[in-house]
C-alpha cells in the first residue's frame, strides 16, 4: 500500500485546493450552488482520488484514480476558464492559480505514466 502523504502531487493538490477556497470567495454569492459549488468539488476530487489510489493494490487500478485526478484538474481549469471569460470574480488575478493548476497536471499525467510504463513492463 501507498502513502498517499509522501506523494508530491497529493501534496500540490491540497495547496491548490485551499487556493480554489480562497477564490471562491470572491465569486459573487448567487454562484454559491452553481460554479463555487462545482469547482470546489472537483478541485476536493484531486487529491481524494490520489489518496483512494494509494490504497489499491495493483498499479492498474492506481493509474485508474490517478487518470480521474486528472480528469478533475482539467474540470478545475474549465471552470476557472469560465469564470474569467464570465468576469465573475472581479479583481481576480487568475495567472498565479493557472500556473499551479497546469504544474498540477503535468505532474499528475507523469505520475501516470511513470506507473503505465511499470505495467507494460
Known amino acids: 500500500m501507498r502513502n498517499f502523504r509522501k ?24 454562484e454559491i450552488y452553481g460554479l463555487s459549488s462545482q469547482i470546489c468539488r472537483a478541485v476536493i476530487s484531486i487529491s481524494s482520488n490520489l489518496a483512494e489510489g494509494c490504497s489499491r493494490n495493483s498499479e492498474k487500478e492506481f493509474i485508474r ?5 486528472i480528469g478533475s484538474a482539467f ?32 505532474k499528475t499525467n507523469a505520475l501516470r505514466n511513470h506507473f503505465a510504463n511499470i505495467v507494460k513492463n
Open 7 to 30: 506523494l508530491e502531487v497529493w501534496t500540490e493538490a491540497i495547496d491548490l485546493t485551499k487556493d480554489i477556497y480562497s477564490f471562491k470567495e470572491c465569486l459573487p454569492k448567487s
Open 65 to 69: 484514480f490517478i487518470e480521474i485526478a
Open 75 to 106: 474540470e478545475v481549469e474549465s471552470l476557472l476558464i469560465v469564470s474569467k471569460e464570465l468576469e465573475l470574480a472581479k479583481n481576480f488575478d487568475y495567472q498565479p492559480i493557472f500556473e499551479k493548476q497546469e504544474k498540477l497536471q503535468k
